[in-house]
């Protein structure tokens, strides 16, 4: 199993960045996928953007030239840079781990873009 921890989110406006970290508690090359899904209140978990042990990225189509999804596999950790930030991608994002067959989710970190 995979203990997975986020940091980085937060409060800001409009138009600005965030980034967000997401530490793994073994070596992120033994896991087939990680990634960042969000969920609002009432809504499901969405995919917001995904890497695989191969290096393949994908993004969720609302996110798709403003989010940026990297890993570094010498700390363990993968990263979402968020630009462009709308009121809209106000959520608790989440980071996921695919590992064996079995999903992992960290705790959660909220994320709060003001108009």
């Known amino acids: 199993q995979v203990q997975l921890v986020e940091s980085g989110g937060g409060l800001v406006q409009a138009g600005g960045s965030l980034r967000l970290a997401c530490a793994a508690s073994l070596r992120i090359l033994r896991i087939s996928a990680m990634g960042w899904y969000r969920q609002a209140p009432g809504k499901q978990r969405e995919l917001v953007a995904r890497i695989t042990s191969g290096g393949r990225t994908n993004y969720g189509d609302s996110v798709n030239g403003r989010f940026t999804i990297s890993r570094d596999s010498a700390k363990n950790t993968i990263d979402l840079q968020m630009n462009s930030l709308k009121p809209e991608d106000t959520d608790v994002y989440y980071c996921?781990?695919?590992?064996?067959?079995?999903?992992?989710w960290g705790q959660g970190t909220q994320v709060t873009v003001s108009s």
């Open positions: 996921g781990a695919t590992l064996s067959g079995r999903d992992y």
